[in-house]
């Protein structure tokens, strides 16, 4: 009976969260830690009514113990959240394993219950590319983004890497990899074979990258281990051969953007994209922006008006609208969102779905959700002088870890998709937590980037005074690189807003 209810807790807690969408929220990616306690605690359970002292599955027990999670998934750590997801699909792949051996009908029947919500290799793979996705974004070293992780977390992130065609990274990671193993000076067969495998990685990306004297080097080192690989032999052959012969300089081989890129926008503008996510400053404008406290004469805002701060002079008018909500209303609304998440996605032309151009988890919520759900849409109408009565449900969203969505609009731009209510004439945009670092609402056409504050919202309108779609409010959401970041949308469009077009 108890563990039929601790199930029952369990599979609430992770209802929202199917296997392959787990690393597309840090909500998600934090429940894992609990995950992990309540399978030691199964783990135990069935050792103690099988009465079977399994070392295997003691020793497994002990080592899902020593994790610490961090208290919230505002202090989760790119490399915490990727190896929490490793760590729990690979412990449910042994126990799996295990059960097949030794028979318990109410530990298969835990096994079931977790399995639709557990990590998959899906959620490994979207993870690595997270981590790969920070690097290029933030320019940070691996021991500085995944600092103590393993040898094999490293391997998988190198192989990810190669498989992106970025052998700038993937070398980075496969060297941090050696290097772990080098540390270790194990001579078990397990890593002496992945010893063999990075340096076969290592040697052909240091070929892709034009570096034919390290390609050499990796493939001798290989041959010491492997000296009957006659692929690898030639290789050697022709590497040094190649190098001694060489006549141009050697190549300048940078990162692979592709992959952050799939939308398929201007490198340049993606290049300002990155520098905003990073803080580095754009744009400078004519005269100084300015603060405002803003009324329209409206009675209810006479004593406390609505503080916009703007942004950028350009007819976006993008502003943030200051102290919006608070902390406790935010806390509220990540509350009622958190249980409601599924992955976001977007629109390809044959409907939508999700996207590696878009990864979050978002939760509609409806006017009648919660009487706070009903206050803030009262209150975005006042602070904007926008009527309401046509826009988008709120839509909370969290991102998981290198959460993202590349540069995009929020309109249609298209009357056949707008529908009867018109396009998204503005978008309002409230920032729910504070995020430790990156996940800034970058615009790379106007050089400017709104930090997460929690309580502020960003605001911006989206088409010109004639309806026609302003080019200029291409925004992306910036990579988590730590913490967690929660914002709410509202999208309000042009019917019964003629006076402001």
Not at 324 to 346: P, W
Not at 452 to 476: V, Y
Request: proline share 5%; charged share 25%.
């Amino acid at each position: 009976m108890a563990l039929l209810a601790r199930l029952a807790v369990l599979s609430l807690a992770l209802a929202c969260a199917t296997a392959g969408d787990v690393f597309a929220s840090s909500s998600n990616v934090h429940r894992l830690f609990n995950m992990e306690r309540g399978l030691s605690s199964q783990i135990k359970d069935f050792i103690g009514e099988q009465r079977h002292l399994l070392s295997a599955l003691e020793g497994l027990a002990s080592e899902i113990e020593r994790q610490r999670p961090p208290p919230s998934d505002l202090q989760l750590a790119p490399g915490e959240a990727f190896s929490a997801i490793k760590r729990v699909k690979e412990s449910f792949e042994k126990l799996g394993s295990l059960m097949k051996q030794y028979h318990g009908a109410k530990f298969h029947e835990y096994l079931q219950a977790m399995n639709a919500s557990s990590p998959d290799r899906s959620d490994l793979e979207g993870a690595a590319a997270s981590l790969l996705r920070l690097q290029r974004t933030y320019e940070q070293p691996v021991e500085q983004l995944f600092p103590r992780g393993s040898a094999e977390e490293y391997f998988l992130v190198g192989k990810k890497a190669y498989m992106q065609a970025d052998f700038v990274s993937a070398i980075e990671w496969l060297s941090a990899a050696l290097t772990q193993l080098e540390r270790a000076n194990s001579t078990a067969a397990s890593e002496m074979s992945m010893r063999t495998q990075i340096l076969d990685y290592l040697a052909f990306c240091a070929y892709r990258t034009d570096n034919l004297e390290a390609a050499a080097k990796y493939s001798a080192a290989l041959l010491e281990l492997d000296p009957s690989n006659s692929r690898v032999s030639d290789n050697l052959i022709y590497y040094r051969k190649a190098a001694a012969s060489r006549a141009a300089p050697k190549a300048k081989v940078t990162r692979n953007y592709t992959e952050d890129n799939l939308l398929k926008h201007d490198d340049d503008e993606m290049a300002d994209f990155r520098a905003l996510c990073r803080g580095e400053p754009m744009y400078v404008p004519p005269t100084p922006l300015v603060c405002e406290l803003v009324t329209y004469n409206n009675p209810a805002l006479l004593l406390q008006p609505a503080r916009i701060e703007r942004m950028h002079w350009g007819n976006e008018e993008l502003s943030v609208l200051r102290d919006f909500a608070t902390v406790k209303e935010c806390e509220q609304l990540i509350e009622i969102g958190r249980n409601r998440l599924q992955r976001a996605v977007a629109y390809t032309g044959d409907g939508f779905a999700p996207v590696n151009f878009r990864i979050s988890t978002v939760a509609w919520l409806p006017e009648d959700t919660d009487e706070l759900v009903a206050r803030l849409n009262r209150r975005i109408n006042r602070w904007t002088n926008l009527d309401l009565e046509h826009a988008e449900q709120l839509q909370v969203s969290n991102y998981g870890i290198g959460g993202h969505y590349e540069p995009h609009y929020d309109h249609h731009g298209d009357p056949r998709r707008a529908g009867p209510t018109g396009d998204r004439l503005s978008t309002f945009m409230l920032y729910l937590s504070n995020v430790e670092a990156g996940g800034s609402t970058a615009f790379p056409r106007l050089g400017a980037a709104v930090t997460p504050s929690r309580g502020d919202a960003a605001w911006w309108f989206n088409l010109h005074e004639d309806g026609e779609s302003n080019q200029e409010t291409l925004h992306g959401a910036c990579p988590v690189l730590r913490g967690s970041k929660w914002v709410a949308n509202k999208w309000i469009h042009e019917k019964g807003n003629v006076d402001y077009m």
